[in-house]
């Protein structure tokens, strides 16, 4: 039983089911819904992996764009970090919403059952040996009775407010502002993505497609859409890049505009019981990373492979060690994404100690090889150990 069709819940049940393992999935939403969303766009090459694992890379690999490297911008100059150079490895850029279409599919086409539009999701007697999920769905409740239960409900969801606050314990950084994100059918103003640390605040030039593109801006906590009409954020983002790169901003109605808080949130542990958390349910991170979607991905490897175990070979060993193995690369990637929000935002608090503190790591980013490399393997992302 799988809550929540996100990536972290479709693709869990598409390698489940490459297994021979039955899944239903349970999703508060409409399928609709879930694909408007527009969240991530930069995936890590053991995501793209296991979408092939999956059988769902078919699409990424004719549509998506391998980036070999990021733009880094500051005091008014672009860098450029090669990534392959650096590490041997590149990085794809493909929207979350065109995985999550691929998924869905993929789920359709395999016969796999998934609810959406269930009402009052709720989960339970997952310390004992028959977990069972009930819902309500078109008015009727139903209850789904199976071997474990994976939230990969996101970080609202209900799987992790159903365990005990003595079994778990959190942890939580939230950062002073927000992301305000445009979606807008205009070609993107550089060949790869450029990050933007200024004195104005962060900026963040991304895309989907050639003719697609994807911009951010820091903004205040608080932020509120109204405040943010089309031209203001144009003039903003503009102001935030350097001359070139502002200067090759093509602009164009918002397509979609959203505001995202910053914040850095890890639960442990991520399995209690025959309950087992998965993705955004269990942790999130600063986006400034580009991490969440790629750990999502590498929860559900572990938790596939350790349920595969378990109905296979009848063993708990890796169910035992999800946990702990997820939590690794969990903190690796926050700090990762910590160090990097840091380092490129300016914070309400940030002296001008601090600024020039900035400049001088960005400098020692852009000049240092050894730093560079540091930055681009946490960027492209450690190897999965299955
Ligand atoms: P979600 O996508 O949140 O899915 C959870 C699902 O569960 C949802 O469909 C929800 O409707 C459903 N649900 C919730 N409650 C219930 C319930 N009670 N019952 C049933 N269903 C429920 N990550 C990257 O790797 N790279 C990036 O470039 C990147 N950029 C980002 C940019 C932005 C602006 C944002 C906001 C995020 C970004 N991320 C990025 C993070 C990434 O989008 C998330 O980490 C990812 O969506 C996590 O997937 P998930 O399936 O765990 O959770
Ligand atoms: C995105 O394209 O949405 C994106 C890209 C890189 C990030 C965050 C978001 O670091």
Known sequence: MIIGA????????????????????????????????????????????????????????????????????????????????????????????????????????????????AAHVSVHDFDGDRPFVRYTHAGQEHELHGDFIAGCDGFHGVSRASVPSAAIRTFERVFPLGWLGVLAHVPPCHPELVYASHERGFALCSQRTPTLSRYYIQVPAGAQLSQWPDTAFWDELRRRLPTDVADAVITGPAAEKSVTPLRSFVAEPMRFGRLLLAGDAAHIVPPTGAKGLNLAASDVCYLAAA?????????????????????????????????????????????????????????????SRAASTALAESYVGLPLEI
């Open 6 to 117: 996100g990536p972290a819940g479709l693709l869990l049940g598409q390698l489940l089911h490459e297994a021979g393992i039955e899944n239903v999935i349970v999703e508060r939403q409409s399928a609709q819904y879930v694909l408007g969303r527009v969240r991530a766009g930069v995936l890590e090459r053991t995501t793209v992996g296991l979408l092939e694992r999956a059988q769902v890379a078919a699409r990424l690999h004719s549509e998506g764009h391998v980036h070999d490297g990021i733009g880094l911008a500051f005091d008014g100059v672009l860098h450029r970090l090669d990534l392959r150079a650096l590490t041997g490895h590149g990085v794809t850029v493909y929207g979350q919403t065109e995985v999550t279409r691929d998924l869905m599919n993929a789920r359709t086409a395999a016969g796999c059952v998934s609810v959406y539009e």
């Open 307 to 367: 349920v595969r175990e378990y109905c296979c070979e009848g063993s708990s060993a890796a169910l035992d060690a999800y946990s702990s193995r997820c939590l690794e690369r969990v903190w690796g990637a926050v700090r990762f994404s910590c160090w990097l929000s840091a380092l490129l935002h300016r914070f309400p608090d940030t002296t001008p100690f601090d600024r020039r503190l900035q400049s001088a790591e960005l400098d020692h980013v852009v000049r």
